[in-house]
């Protein structure tokens, strides 16, 4: 089973850049869409960004203009790379990919990282 790790969480001003990182264990299939989500304090966890294996991308209203997602297939990586921060961006970050056919996700999810937009 796929085992995901995310990275690069950390405490950042607002209008400040964050990369975060997600790698996979094991070869990502292509099947597989991978995604970036959030969770805040008291709310649902919620999908932030999403690429297919073949590179087309989509983001959260919320997001747009200010995130991008990327993915290096030989590198089994994912990344978010987090522009123009703001407070309401603080969340733990979790990044998963959702079969295209079942729409099952890899389990277990990995354990987020932490990110802190203050001043």
């Known amino acids: 089973q796929v085992q995901l790790v995310e990275s690069g969480g950390g405490l950042v001003q607002p209008g400040g850049s964050l990369r975060l990182s997600c790698a996979a264990s094991?070869?990502?299939?292509?099947?597989?869409?991978m995604g970036w989500y959030r969770q805040a304090p008291g709310k649902q966890r919620e999908l932030v960004a999403a690429?297919?294996?073949?590179?087309?991308?989509n983001y959260a209203d919320s997001v747009k203009g200010r995130f991008t997602i990327s993915r290096d297939n030989a590198k089994n990586t994912v990344y978010l790379q987090m522009n123009s921060l703001k407070p309401e961006d603080t969340a733990v970050y979790y990044c998963?990919?959702?079969?295209?056919?079942?729409?099952?996700?890899?389990?277990?999810w990995g354990q987020g990282t932490q990110v802190t937009v203050s001043s």
């Open positions: 094991e070869y990502i299939s292509s099947t597989y869409t």
């Open positions: 690429i297919t294996s073949g590179g087309n991308s």
């Open positions: 998963n990919g959702r079969n295209l056919f079942s729409g099952s996700y890899y389990t277990p």
